[in-house]
Every structure is written in C-alpha cells, then in structure tokens.
C-alpha cells in the first residue's frame, strides 16, 4: 500500500513539475518582442492596384520626370517657370513631400514636344520667346524627383 502510494505522488509530483515548466515556457515565449512587419511594399502595391482599378484620367496632357538635388529645387522650379514662360505660357509649384515635388505648366500644345525636350536638355531652350498660334493650352506635369 505505501508503494502505490508512493507511485502515485511520483505521478503527481511529474505531472506538477511538467505543468509548471509548460506554462514558464509559454510565459517566456511569449514575453519576446516580435518586430512589425514591413507594410510599405503593399501601401504601395495597393496604391497602385486601387489607381489601375478606378482608372483616374492624368490631369496633364503629358508627363516627365526628372531627378534634382534637393539643394536646387528652388532653381529647378524657377528653370520650369521662366521656360514655360518663353513658350508662351506659366508655371505653377504643387506640393512638396519626401519624394520630391510637382510642377504643373500650361503653355500651347503645338510646343509641348519641344517644352519637354527643353525641360530634359537644358541646352535646348528656344532663343526668343515663342508666340502661339491659337488660345488652347496643353498641361504638362513636371515631377521632380530628389535623388536619393
């Protein structure tokens, strides 16, 4: 009668003893700090996936990109309005984030082509001011993009 008595506090005893080392794993494990995870890529991906599917129209006509030190974002947008300004049209600076800024230009659509390639190739600005033909304007964005 003592051995099985005997026998079953063992039991218990092992029982006890697994129970308490579960639950202080469980507690340790738990007490680690997991790191976030990184959601830039799907903000992105979603921002992306959400403009394909509504399919909002661009606002300008045409579109260019071009990559600028921060340091001359100033004289970068003053570039952009005196050039429209010799294509017969004007310039206005949108807003300015992490990334880099907007410029959005008016000027007539028969020098489009021409106003771009101006805004590429700063060696390529028309001599004179040009006169448009007709009172229609064409909208060119500009998104200037700061190097990283």
Known sequence: MLGSRR?????????FAGLIAGI?????????????????????????????TIGLPPIADAEVELTIERG???????????????????????????????VLAEISPQFTAQFMEALRHPEKQPAAQVKPENNQTALVQVRLKFQS
């Open 72 to 102: 001359k974002l100033d004289k970068e947008i003053a570039r952009i309005k005196t050039l429209a300004e010799k294509f017969g049209g004007t310039a206005v600076q949108g807003g300015t984030d992490d990334t880099g800024t907007d």
């Open 7 to 15: 026998n079953i506090l063992i039991v218990w005893t092992v029982f």
């Open 24 to 52: 202080l794993l469980v507690i340790v494990l738990q007490t680690k700090p997991q790191p976030a995870p990184d959601t830039s890529r799907l903000k992105d991906l979603l921002h992306i996936t959400a403009q394909k």
